[in-house]
Nanobody, 127 residues
Framework: QVQMVESGGGLVQAGGSLRLSCAASGLIFGEHAMGWFRQAPGKEREEVSCIAWNGGYTYYANSVKGRFTISRDNAKNTLYLEMNSLKPEDTAMYYC????????????????????WGQGTQVTVSS
């Protein structure tokens, strides 16, 4: 059973930093691209970032480019998201998920290719 456990969220002032972690189990972690997604109240879930199976390719949404950094440790089955210069508009529940459909070692532009959603970790940025 694919399972993701996100952690590291919290309340931070604008301009601050947080580091999210995602512990993965139930799959061969090193074979899958991994994504970070977020969903704010009343809004659709959006893809924030993605990293290919070996870290050789990364994608960032324009809204976080230059501020967030995705990384992974395949030996520890763990995904990270370093978030700097946080803004109130970054407030959301953050989720990690592996790509499970298609060429799952590589990032996809479709969130529907990802699954195994965890409970998420809340990030709140105060102004």
């Amino acid at each position: 059973q694919v399972q993701m456990v996100e952690s590291g969220g919290g309340l931070v002032q604008a301009g601050g930093s947080l580091r999210l972690s995602c512990a993965a189990s139930g799959l061969i972690f090193g074979e899958h691209a991994m994504g970070w997604f977020r969903q704010a109240p009343g809004k659709e879930r959006e893809e924030v970032s993605c990293i290919a199976w070996n870290g050789g390719y990364t994608y960032y949404a324009n809204s976080v480019k230059g501020r967030f950094t995705i990384s992974r440790d395949n030996a520890k089955n763990t995904l990270y998201l370093e978030m700097n210069s946080l803004k109130p508009e970054d407030t959301a529940m953050y989720y990690c998920a592996p790509r499970l459909i298609g060429s799952y070692s590589y990032c996809s532009g479709s969130s529907g290719d990802f699954g195994g959603w965890g409970q998420g970790t809340q990030v709140t940025v105060s102004s």
